[in-house]
């Protein structure tokens, strides 16, 4: 039961490119009256093979200012677009402290994810943080709700090498293997579509993305290591081949 709660919040987060962020606004001059306010806003996340959150915020926004003074927050990501009837889809509320972070290959991750976002991180307000979680409370339907503790999210250690092999990986695929992806989103994904293009790999899928639509390709089963990246994705290409 868990390990089945866990994979789907491992779905949503890693099948979704947005969420809601709520953070405390400090009191005055950032706040209404002498106490915190709950605030809510819209970001752009990625999400790092540990399930960590990656956001890039703006010094200037209310949310970060919030953060500068209670690093808590949570962000829900919401899988229920599309539905008739939402409140029977999946969703999932992170609870987490937001700490910044100069680690180059987040950027990277959270690039590759957002690519228009190149216009300005250069900015000199802008900063990537990173979320450490601490729990996820998931409501994936009506009577499918429960709180998940950060170390039950993950089916197990990360495969050796991945995280610091996937940019190579992601680069080596949109450059001399496009048209390999293209048959990923086209015949086993279903997707329209000649110009998608890989944001990234982890243990248990790859993302895809073209324009503003994103992607998810899962695997059949989890990489045990970097070096079982080449033959599943050759192995992907000729099952979309056959397909």
Do not use: C
Not at 149 to 159: F, I, K, S, Y
């Amino acid at each position: 039961m868990i390990e089945d709660m866990s994979r789907t919040v491992r779905a949503l987060l890693r099948g979704l490119d947005r969420a809601a962020l709520a953070t405390a606004l400090p009191g005055p001059p950032g706040g209404v009256g002498d106490a915190a306010w709950p605030y809510a806003s819209l970001v752009l996340a990625a999400v790092d093979h540990d399930l960590s959150p990656v956001l890039l915020l703006s010094d200037l926004a209310e949310h970060t200012k919030a953060i500068a003074s209670d690093g808590r927050m949570s962000l829900l990501f919401d899988g229920t677009g599309g539905l008739d009837q939402p409140l029977t889809g999946a969703r999932v509320t992170l609870l987490g402290h937001a700490v910044r972070t100069t680690d180059e290959r987040l950027r990277q991750r959270f690039l590759a994810r957002h690519p228009d976002a190149a216009m300005y991180v250069g900015f000199k307000d802008f900063h990537f943080y990173r979320v450490a979680l601490e729990r996820a409370h998931l409501v994936a339907g009506f009577g499918k709700i429960r709180w998940i503790e950060a170390a039950e999210l993950l089916p197990g250690p990360a495969p050796a090498g991945l995280a610091e092999s996937e940019a190579g990986i992601v680069n080596h695929m949109n450059e001399d293997h496009a048209d390999a992806l293209q048959l990923y989103a086209q015949k086993l994904l279903g997707l329209p579509g000649s110009d998608w293009r890989m944001t990234g790999i982890d243990a248990e899928g790859l993302d895809l993305r073209r324009a503003g639509q994103v992607a998810r390709l899962p695997f059949d089963a989890p990489l045990a290591s970097a070096g079982e990246a080449r033959k599943v994705l050759v192995a992907l290409v000729g099952r979309a081949r056959a397909a």
